[in-house]
Each structure stands twice: as structure tokens, then as C-alpha cells.
């Protein structure tokens, strides 16, 4: 008997145990108020306590309470009730609440604007607040619309004021329903992955005040506040997805997930990683690895954002059989990502990874997109997944926690007066240093993150001659490299860098036009202060730039390395880039004939990349949006940040990680980490399709066949039906002879591998063949102009034609400047608009 007494209480013990091991998460601090109501309101398990039975949270001599019938709501959830009744003030007001637990917590509101016959709640503006952050500002809510807005923030006092005040005299402010909760403290780190620069980190976020835009549930169901421990409401992801066609959902059993250390129930409920976004079916048997899943998000622009990817490999039968890519905003967050290595050789494990969008790369849209890497064996399809997705903005409130003593701690007078001896210290270096200082020559200053670069063993602060813009400098016995602007001349040209004088925003910085004191117009560079990255594209644009001198090629005119500064000066561009030319601006259409001729141009400028030096350059970053056109459209090639010097006589590549633009990419460089000259030739032919098309090479709104220009190009070309894609606004002009040379260069320099593709000298001779082609007249025999009609054939020729045309030569004496009498110095600048891929 005693035995079975004994069975039967183990068996309660291990239910009991069983049962808190599931329970939901309780939080310390928990209150839910129906504002207005004179009963409770219960929605699910929850309580919704009427504000008029809490006397000692509501602060205000002014509110009035209106509600409306049910019949009447706009909404049919479960939260419907909620939005009944509504507390209105006159003038300011304030909800306090007493905050057992400090740290992180949920404050939710919802609005609806209800009316009567003495109040029209869709009038009211009205801004909410709290005693450190601003949360509403000049909030409006639409009519017969309800809004629920979540916040997430960081509460160091013992009370928590939520002020609701009205904007103007006559206007009213309102609420219908409140939430305040305690939350984990680990449920937002300190830390998260900047989107751009790639490689930084943003510190700071524990501190932050947090409002959610989206909590998205991908591929799988809504899952409701009663099926999450923190009671959050997780979309579908349907409506956000910018091609369904090339995806689809998968299912796995919920009660199979693991979890990695630090993600618990509280950081996403199991629905959320059982179900996931994948490539289609049809997708991963094209064994294509530029097929992307892309989602699109309306968002307010000029905000961080804290972006949380949820993920949780659930769909493959081995490990490190899952390689994928991860974009946001264009930008590569994660590449040959493998959640194998993350949660150590573990399938179906839960993870997630935290980015900021910083506002300098912030618009009114937030896109997320997934693409297949190269699969590591044949037996497994490309493929790439996405389990849930949360987009939070920053809004700024972060800084010193505010620590409240209560009176009476033993430690209060050891917080003071260890604060005024700190103080004191603080002082007394100050004052020395000052004295110190005050003995000693102002030093140059330099960037805390980068020091004066050195080039051929001379540093920046090597000079010749001062002017009155700057200083010039020379190196060795390689001529001019350019001026060294002070910084306040630089201030002075751009109206001390005046926001309205942007003419274009990059990964390294944005663009200011600006007028030098001698009248010259040029654009302005500078380097966003934030930016642990910019000093490798910096110096590599320099030093590329002081040695290389072509009519095609971009001409720097100088650089400012003082003050924390890292800014290149290049003469200005009337006509913008060639993309703008293309698509996406007002500018007038380009002929036939003028598209040709920028295309020679550009080619030009590769080629003598490719040949002009003992090494070749490759560019790495060859887009329409790099190519600049001056007054008269002659075309340079700009933005060398990302070039980097080819290999060694004796070996065939440069085995370096991948970097450039999405949709530009040489697959094999993406494949392979193998980067040759092959590989901008690659590039340049997808720029040639553009210049054709006159369509982005990435365009996920279109049919998934169509997404990727070079992919669908090449069809239209193998199919011999190239004219059916061509720019409409010129296709009647083009000869018929020149559209098929002009594929049949596309073609070849879009090949799968680069030893099929031709050089850049090749591609040169057959574009000029392609115009000539176009003016021939109607006399000209067909057989005579297209007497030749392999590209490989005349190699060797063209190499040394162009060499001798594109390279300038230097006589014993003379700079290299004095020879280049044919050189250009356009007004140009590098990167006029926002790069993909920097």
C-alpha cells in the first residue's frame, strides 16, 4: 500500500513538473487596462482591468469616456472589445504604474477613433510619452481603423508615467486599451550586426527604446497572442512576398524543435521555426543560384532599425547541405551562410541573427531577400530558407540608464560620494591636460580608426607647393597624385556640407556638389564617420587613381585626410550615370548610336584596366551605375573602391572573398572565390543587356523567368529572338546586322565559365564592328562587313591596337600629365547614386 501511495505522488510530482517545464512565462510586472470601461474585459486568458476602478493610476482632471456598440467596430478578432470604450482627455494626462522589476518591458497601446455626439475621436492628434522616450509624436489615427502599436523599452525606475497629451488647443488625445509587461531582459541583446559597413558591430541596444513595425510567422500560419508566451500577434508573410512563384511553405512537427542556448520560448514560439519560406520546387530544379525569395516592407524613412532574422533548419536531411545568402536592403548581410556550423552540427535547431539598418541606408522600403549558394555536392538542389522575420525601429531614447536609489539605502551614500570623488577626478585631469595642452602645438588630426596612409614609403604629409585649395602632393617619381584639401576649403565649397546639396548616397558616404574658391565645380566624397570599412576603398581609390591616366577613366582631383575626415574631390558630372539614362530618372532617351558609343567608351576604360599596367586592375564593380557621362556623354568609368590588382604571371586568379553587385556578379567568381579579369568582362555584359533592354538587372516584381536580366537575356538570345526584348523607344532604329553582333557579344561575355569568355580587347573590336555595322550604308555588302564573325580571331590585334591608342607613354622629363594631351578632365564623380552592391 505504501508503495502504490508512493507511485502515485511520483506520478503528481512528475506532472507538476512536467506542467511548469510548459507553463507560460509570468511576468512580474502584468497590467492590462480597458481605458474608459466600467467593467473588466476578458480577451482569451487575460484580464483587461477597467480604468475606472484604478484610481491611482489614472492622473487627470480632464477625461471623458465615450463607447460604442460592438455592431459598430471595424474589427472582428478577438481583441474587439478592447476597442469599445475609450478614455479621452481635454489636456494632458498620465497613466502611472507602480514597476516591481526593472528592465525590459512591453508597452501596447490601442487606438480607434470612435465618435459621438460630442466628440469625433478621428480629429484628435495627440503624442504619447513616457518619462525618458518619446513614443507617439503628432499621432493621428485614421478613422474606423484600429491600431494596436507595440513598444519595447528599457525601465530603470520604480514608476512609469505613459503621458497622453494633445497636440494644440482644440485638439484631444485618447486611448482605448493599455498594456504594460515585464519581459526577459535577453530578449533584445546589447549588440547586432550593422548592415553597412559589413563587418561592424552597433552597440548600445539594451538601452534603446524599441517600436515594433512587423512580427512575420513565414510560411506558416498567424499565430495569435494566446499561443505566444509574450502574447505578441505574428503575421503571415503572404502579403509581403514580392513573387510567390518562386517559393512556397514547408512544415515540420513542432514538438521536434531544438533550441540553442539564449533562445528560449519567450524569443519565438516553436510555430514560428516549424515553419519556414523555401525556394519552389520548380526554383531549386533549375539548379540556378540567382532565383531570390524577396519580401518588401512600407517603413518610415531616416530611422535605425533593428531587423531580427529567425532561423531554423528544418528542411534538410544532412547537415551542411544548406548553403544560402541573406540581403537587406540590397546589401549582403550573410554569405555562404550554413546554420549547421551555427548551432554546432545540429538540425531543425533554432537560431536567430540581429542586424541595425542604420537611417543614412534607410528609405521607405525594407526589403529582405534569400538566395541559394553553390550547393557543396551534386546530389543536393540549391535551396534557401526563412523562418521568421521582426523589423524594429530605433527611436533613439538610449543613453545612461537612470538608476533609482529608494531613500534610506545603506548604499545611497556610497553611490554619492563615489560620484563626487569620480566628478573630482574627472576635473582635476581635465585642468592638467589643459595646461598641458596649452604648452604644446596643435597637432593634425586623424582618424581614431585609421592612420595618414603611406604610398611607395612617403606619407600624406609629404608636399610640394601650397595653393589656395589645397596642397600638392607627389610621389616618387610617379607624378602628380592630386591635391590635399584642407578641410575647411572643402567646408566652404560645400556649403559646410549642406544636406541640400546631396547629389547622391553611397556605401562609403554621400555626395555633395560643390564650387571650389576658383569657381571649379566638382563633387565631394565624404566618408561616413561611422564606417569602420571606408579606409580600404579610400586608399584603394587614391593610389589607384594617381597612377592611372586615361580619357575613359575618372580623373580625381584630390583628398582631405584631416579632422577625422576621409574625402575624395573629383571634378563634377552634368550628365550622371548611365543607368540614370536607362531607366528611373526624366532624362531624354539615348539613341542607338549614342548607347553604342558609351558602351565603346566604358570598354575602353576596362580594357586599358585590364592592359595599361604591368598587372592588370580588375574594377570588380563594372554597373551601369559606375559608368558617368560628361557634358557631351563621353563615358568614364568611376568608383575603384573595390578593385584590387590581378594575379602574378604565373597563376591564373586572385583567390579573394566575393564582393561586388547583386545581379552583376560573375557566377563563377560567386562559386569559385576566384576572381580574374573574366570576370568584369562578365559584368560589362550584363551592362551591355541593360544598355539594350533598358531594365534593372534585378527586378523582383516581374515573373520569376524575368527577375534576372542576364538569365532571361540569354534565352531571348539562344532562342535568336533577341529583338523581342529590346527598349522599346529604340528598337525601330536598330539594323537588324548590329542587333545580332550586339547578342553575339552579350552572349559570349556572359558565359557560365571564363575561359570561354572573351578579353576585353575583343569585346572593344566586335562593339566598334556593332557601330559600324549600324552606319554602314545600304550599299555596304552584308558578306563584306561580316567577314568576320568570331571574336577570338582577332585577339592579338585588337590587344596591341588598343594598347598603343588607350596608354598614355612618358618621355624621360616630362610628368604624366604634360603627355596626356587627349586626356579628358571631365567633371566627374565616383558613385552618384546608392551602389547595391556597397
Known sequence: MAIKKFEVGFIIFVMIVIRCCNCAFTPADNYLIDCGSLTNTTIGDRVFIADASLSWTLKSSSSIIINTSRDLLPSSDDTAPLYMNARVFTASSSYTFQIKQHGRHFIRMYFLPLVNANYDLTAAAFSVSTQNALLLD???????????????????????????????????????????????????????????????????????????????NMGGPQVLPDNDTLWRTWETDDKYLLSSSVSQAYKYPTGRIKRMEGVTQETAP???????????????????????????????????????????????????????????????????????????????????????????????????????????????????????????????????????????????????????????????VAIILCLVLRKRKPAKQYSKTWVPFSINGLTSHSTVSRTSNGTAFTVGQNGTLGYRFAFTVLQEATNNFDENWVIGVG??????????????????????????????????????????????????????????????????????????????SNFPPLSWKHRLEICIGAARGLHYLHTGQVKAIIHRDVKSANILLDENLLAKVADFGLSKTGPELDQTHVSTAVKGSFGYLDPEYFRRQQLTEKSDVYSYGVVLLEVLCARPVIDPTLPRDMVNLAEWGVKWQKRGELEQIVDTRIAGSIRPESLRKFGETIEKCLADTGVERPSMGDVLWNLEYVLHLQEADSSTSVSDVNSINR????????????????TPTVEAGTSVLNDLTDVSMSKVFSQLIKSEGR
Request: net charge negative; hydrophobic share 40%.
Open 138 to 216: 503628432k499621432f493621428q489615427p485614421k478613422a474606423n481603423v484600429t491600431v494596436f502599436k507595440e513598444f519595447s523599452l528599457n525601465i530603470t525606475s520604480d514608476t512609469l508615467t505613459l503621458t497622453f497629451a494633445p497636440t494644440g488647443s482644440n485638439s484631444l488625445a485618447f486611448v482605448n486599451a493599455i498594456e504594460v509587461m515585464s519581459v526577459p531582459d535577453n530578449l533584445i541583446a546589447d549588440t547586432a550586426k550593422i548592415v553597412n559597413p559589413a563587418g561592424t558591430t552597433y552597440k548600445g541596444l539594451s538601452g534603446q527604446a524599441l517600436e515594433t513595425i512587423h512580427h512575420i
Open 270 to 428: 516553436d510555430i514560428v521555426y516549424s515553419t519556414a519560406r523555401e525556394l519552389s520546387s520548380a526554383a531549386q530544379n533549375t539548379m540556378s543560384y540567382l532565383v531570390n525569395v524577396t519580401w518588401k516592407f512600407d517603413v518610415d524613412a531616416n530611422y535605425n532599425y533593428l531587423i531580427r532574422l529567425h532561423f531554423c533548419d528544418i528542411v534538410s536531411q544532412a547537415l551542411n547541405a544548406l548553403l544560402f545568402n541573406v540581403y537587406i536592403n540590397s546589401r549582403s548581410v550573410e554569405s555562404n551562410l550554413d546554420l549547421s556550423a551555427i548551432t554546432v552540427q545540429s538540425l531543425a535547431t533554432a537560431v536567430f541573427i540581429d542586424y541595425v539598418l542604420e537611417a543614412d541606408d534607410a528609405s521607405g522600403t525594407l526589403i529582405v531577400s534569400i538566395s541559394p549558394s553553390n550547393a557543396p555536392n551534386g546530389d543536393t538542389l540549391p535551396n534557401a530558407i526563412l523562418n521568421g522575420l521582426e523589423i524594429m525601429k530605433i527611436n533613439g531614447s538610449g543613453g545612461p540608464a537612470v538608476v533609482d536609489v529608494p531613500p534610506g539605502s545603506s548604499k545611497n551614500f556610497g553611490i554619492i560620494l563615489g560620484s563626487i570623488l569620480g566628478a573630482a577626478a574627472v576635473i582635476v
Open 507 to 584: 556605401g562609403f558616404g554621400k555626395v555633395y556638389k560643390g564650387v571650389l574658391r576658383d569657381e571649379t565645380r566638382v563633387a565631394v566624397k565624404r566618408g561616413n564617420p561611422k564606417s569602420q570599412q571606408g579606409l580600404n576603398e579610400f586608399r584603394t581609390e587614391i593610389e589607384l587613381l594617381s597612377r592611372l591616366r586615361h580619357r575613359h577613366l575618372v580623373s580625381l582631383i584630390g583628398y582631405c585626410d584631416e579632422k577625422n575626415e576621409m574625402i575624395l574631390v573629383y571634378e563634377y558630372m552634368e550628365n550622371g550615370t548611365l543607368k540614370g539614362h536607362l531607366y528611373g
Open 791 to 806: 571574336i577570338t580571331e582577332l585577339a592579338p590585334q585588337v590587344q596591341n591596337i588598343n594598347t598603343v591608342q588607350t
